[in-house]
Structures are given as structure tokens and as C-alpha cells.
């Protein structure tokens, strides 16, 4: 048996998060919130590949936070399987031997629960080694799941144990802490969406939003393409000195966005009638960091026609009149891939930025929360950019 949280199916505190969860987001860790502690049998999968973990640290992320406020579209909701164990940023150790890797190997956790995991044949993405586009998430071994800490069968970092897939598994260099190991799962996230940006050399980009997707794509651009300037958006006096730690140009407020790239592109500004202002020219390559509404729209607002705009963070419904307008290039960043261009695991780089000064700085400041504290932790998470944290995060190990 072991202590976790659990995501369950109640439709009365959806309807309540749909409602008041991203104005009243304390409700999220109180009444409104569908998740319980609990004590529940660890998860086995008894098939070939599989093992058990037990979790060091997981993190919460934005995605986690929109599926407690009910903010996620219903698109996605036959895509898991209820009840589930939330946390698919997960740095954790192996129970029992997994193929190659001996019992103790702490290891971080490529969620994605592709073909291999599923024990089927692989899929047309698969192959090819994009497997955040495997097109057979709801088969399988397992049960329906996009990711680990949203299939019902696996677990996910917000228990004691979970289970996991060889090909899931990475190996942690020693080098690094829990706290640089845990970012690794976002960071190639960060990595997967600054390569698939297709930026060339000399081009301008923003990123919308200086949370811990937006500081980390930042690094991810500066370290892997041919940005010419990186701007970045950010709210926060602490996201601004990161920021600048990891490779941005220059980072301004909201309110300044369209002024700075109209003076340094020489677009021409527009101003509607009931509604927001927006740019005739601008940046190369926008990416959203945020997936608001507001973030998005900036984006949009701010990239030059026939420029391309990323979503890289979950997005809310936009007006998208500048995509067609335009001829804007709206592209989806999901998860990473087995094999980004050049070849390599996105966990691979994404292990070798954890090592990076910066990213050591951020990962000093991780918080970290016992399970029963879970609604202090929530509380935080939704916070953070006010509290000056990067990344929030549950250590089951801990009591107190």
C-alpha cells in the first residue's frame, strides 16, 4: 500500500472549478478540488519492460493546475483514465531491476505512454521517433493515458510508488541534484519546442510568459538556434533577472510589448475599436509560454505575416483574425519527442541543460511538499509567480 493524491471523477466540483477556478483559484486546493489523499494498492504493470519506482520528487505543473480548475478542454478527456495519480514530472528510483538498469538507478521519466509502453506495434510516429505524436495512447497494456500521472494503471509522482516503461526511463547523471533532475521533464518540453520553432539566424523572437515553460524555452533557444534577439515577456522582477540568466536579449513588461517590437522592427501599430492593439510587422518567431487567452493574442499580435507562432503552452480559446489575416504559421509544441532533429533524445540535451548555472539557481529554489500538505502545495503552485518560485513539487518520502 502507499499514500498518494487521486484525481476522481466528480462532476459537481468540475462544473465549480469551470466556474470560479482561475478567479478564486483557493477553491482549487479546498472543497472545489476533485483530489484526495489517499491509501491505495501501488500500481504493477505485469508486462515485459515495466517496473516499479519509488518517487523522489514531482513536480506541478500549469497543465496540472487547468485540469484541477476544469480550464482543460474536453477534448481531452478520452484521453485518461479516472481515477488517476496526477505527476508526470517525476524524478524517482527503481524498485527492482528494469532490463539494463539495476534496482536503485535514479532515473527521470519521459511521461508519454507511446507504443513501446503500450506493447503494441509502432505507430506511423512512433517509427519515425516522434513519439509525442503516437497515435495509439488509448491501447494497449495499459489503459487509455496521453502520459504517465494521467492513465489510471501507471501512477503518476504524486504517490509513494508508480510504474513506468523501460523506454520511458532515463538514467540521472550524478552530477546533478533531485531538484536539477526534476526540472529535466519540462526542460525537454523546452527543448522539443525551441527545435521545432524552425528559427534561423537572425531572427527575432518572442516568448510570451516568464514561467518555468518560458524561462526554460528561453535557455533552449539561446543554447540550440540562431536567435538573433530573444524578448521575452514577463510580470515579475525575479523572472526578468532569470530571464536574462538564461539568455534572453531583453525581457519587458505586458504593457510594453507592441512598443518595443514596433521600435525595433518599424511595424506600424494598429488600434481597433474595442479591442486590443496589434502590430502591421514584428517578430520572426512568437512563442506562447502561457496558453491565456491574453498570451496567446499577444503572440498573434505581435509576429510579422508569415511568421510563425508556438503554442507552447496549453492554449485557452483566442480571437485568431490575425492568423488568417496574416498568414500566420500556428504551430502545436507537445510534450518531446525519442529523436528530435540531430537525432537525439530531447532528454538527452534536456539533462545537459539541468547542468547549466542558471537552471542550478532555479532549481535551489524548488519548494517541496510532503503529500498531506498537498493544499498548502496547490496554494503555492498557484502562486508563484507572485512568491518569486519557479517550480512547486511533492516529495512523498517526507512527513512533515
Not at 483530489?35 to 505485469?46: D, F, H, I, N
Not at 527492482?96 to 539495476?102: G, I, N, R
Amino acid at each position: 500500500m502507499m499514500l498518494a493524491l487521486e484525481m476522481f471523477r466528480s462532476l459537481p466540483r468540475t462544473v465549480v472549478g469551470r466556474a470560479v477556478g482561475t478567479r478564486m483559484p483557493g477553491l482549487l486546493s479546498g472543497v472545489a478540488a476533485p483530489l484526495r489523499l489517499a491509501t491505495l494498492e501501488a500500481p504493477v504493470v505485469r508486462h515485459p519492460g515495466w517496473a516499479r519506482l519509488r518517487t523522489r520528487l514531482s513536480g506541478i505543473c500549469g497543465s496540472d493546475l487547468s485540469m484541477l480548475s476544469g480550464g482543460t478542454s474536453l477534448y481531452f478527456s478520452a484521453l485518461v483514465s479516472l481515477p488517476f495519480v496526477p505527476g508526470h514530472e517525476v524524478v524517482a528510483e527503481l524498485v527492482e531491476d528494469c532490463e539494463d538498469l539495476p534496482a536503485g538507478t535514479r532515473v527521470v521519466v519521459d511521461p508519454v505512454l507511446a507504443c513501446a509502453a503500450r506493447g503494441v506495434e509502432p505507430c506511423e510516429g512512433c517509427a519515425a521517433g516522434a513519439t509525442n505524436r503516437c497515435s495509439r495512447i488509448t491501447v494497449g497494456d495499459v489503459s487509455p493515458g496521453l502520459q504517465t500521472g494521467f492513465c489510471h494503471d501507471t501512477g503518476g509522482g504524486w504517490g509513494q510508488q508508480l510504474s513506468a516503461h523501460r523506454s520511458q526511463l532515463h538514467p540521472v547523471p550524478e552530477s546533478l541534484t533531485d531538484a536539477q533532475a526534476l526540472l529535466a521533464e519540462p526542460l525537454a518540453c523546452a527543448v522539443h519546442t525551441a527545435l521545432r520553432a524552425g528559427v534561423a539566424a537572425g531572427d527575432r523572437v518572442l516568448v510570451s510568459g516568464a514561467g518555468a515553460v518560458g524561462l526554460f524555452v528561453t535557455l533552449a533557444l539561446r543554447e540550440l538556434t540562431p536567435a538573433a534577439e530573444i524578448l521575452v515577456v514577463a510580470k515579475h522582477a525575479h523572472q526578468r533577472e532569470l530571464a536574462l540568466a538564461l539568455g534572453a536579449s531583453e525581457v519587458v513588461a505586458p504593457h510594453e510589448v507592441l512598443r518595443r517590437v514596433r521600435r525595433a522592427t518599424g511595424a506600424f501599430q494598429l488600434h481597433p475599436e474595442l479591442s486590443s492593439a496589434y502590430l502591421l510587422g514584428g517578430v520572426d518567431v512568437a512563442l506562447d509560454a502561457v496558453g491565456s487567452k491574453a498570451s496567446l493574442e499577444t503572440s498573434l499580435q505581435a509576429t510579422r505575416a508569415g511568421g510563425r507562432v508556438m503554442l507552447s503552452g496549453m492554449p485557452r480559446p483566442a480571437d485568431l483574425s490575425a492568423a488568417w489575416f496574416r498568414e500566420l504559421e500556428v504551430v502545436g509544441s507537445y510534450a518531446s519527442a525519442r529523436v528530435e532533429p540531430g537525432g537525439r533524445s530531447a532528454f538527452e540535451t534536456a539533462l545537459e541543460l539541468a547542468g547549466h548555472d542558471a537552471i542550478a539557481s532555479v532549481a535551489d529554489g524548488v519548494a517541496a511538499y510532503p503529500l498531506h500538505r498537498w493544499r498548502e502545495a496547490l496554494d503555492h503552485a498557484h502562486s508563484t509567480g507572485r512568491l518569486g518560485t519557479v517550480k512547486v513539487a511533492f516529495d512523498p518520502r517526507r512527513t512533515q
